[in-house]
Every structure is written in C-alpha cells, then in structure tokens.
C-alpha cells in the first residue's frame, strides 16, 4: 500500500513539471486546427449521411402515420397524404438519392 501511495505521490510531481502543450516548431500547422482534405471529405460525406437519414426517417415516420391512419378509419387523410408526398419530394430532391 505503500509503493501505491509512494506512486501517486511521484506522478503528481512529474506532471506538474510537464508542460500543458507541446510547443510546435517555427510555425508547424496545428493537426487541430488545419484539417487536412481529407478530413474534410470524411466529415462533408458524413453531414451528407445524416441528412440523408433524417429525411428518410422522416418519410418512413409520416407513411406510418398515413397507413396507421388509413387501417384505423379506412378512409384517406388528404392532410397526411400530402404530408407523406411532400416528405418522398424532399427526399428525392437532396443528395443521396440515385440520378437518372
């Protein structure tokens, strides 16, 4: 138990000696705040992605809605029809979607 104590009590010591930041030689890029091309692509990709998602997540939801509705008073809901063509148009419409 006491090599343990004696351990925290060295490391400690140590880091409070360790500089905060690694200073960067005569103006070297930061890799944190210079994102390379290829992060960029990566993160763009990824936005694109979840737009993507969330408009079908947003059809799928309304097309859910209109079908619960329809089964439920077998009778169309032209409010929840126009809801579930206007949710396909936007997906459609954003990237993702195959081009003809």
Not at 53 to 61: M, P
Not at 72 to 77: C, P, Y
Request: proline share 5%; with cysteine.
């Amino acid at each position: 138990m006491k090599k343990l104590g004696r351990w925290i009590g060295l490391s400690l010591c140590l880091l409070g000696f360790a500089p905060a930041q690694e200073s960067l030689p005569w103006g070297a890029p930061d890799r944190l705040t210079v994102p390379d091309a290829e992060s960029e692509q990566r993160l763009a990709a990824a936005y694109r992605e979840r737009q993507f998602v969330e408009r079908a997540n947003r059809f799928a939801k309304r097309w859910t809605q209109f079908a619960l509705e329809y089964n439920q008073h077998r009778a169309v809901d032209v409010k929840a029809a126009r809801a579930v063509s206007k949710a396909f148009q936007e997906l459609e419409r954003g990237e993702g979607w195959p081009k003809q």
